[in-house]
């Protein structure tokens, strides 16, 4: 393997990982904020509750998998 080739396939991984990184940022926040201004995303009779993190650390009234960081504590 000559270093050219190295150079290539390490850019090439590094762009991956940068253009991946980049769509899950985008993502959350495209999907939370219609979450937030529509509802949940399974209908309901009411308003969608607010996401927050519980006292040991869980989340509440989060339906994802992926969670947004520095979110509020519940009251």
Known sequence: MKLRDLAQGSSVFLGVILAGYLS??????????????????????????????????SWKNWPWPNVPALSPKCR
């Open 24 to 57: 899950t940022t985008y993502v959350d926040q495209r999907f939370a904020m219609q979450a937030t201004t529509t509802g949940s995303p399974a209908p309901t009779s009411g308003p969608a509750p607010s996401a927050c993190v519980g006292e040991d650390g």
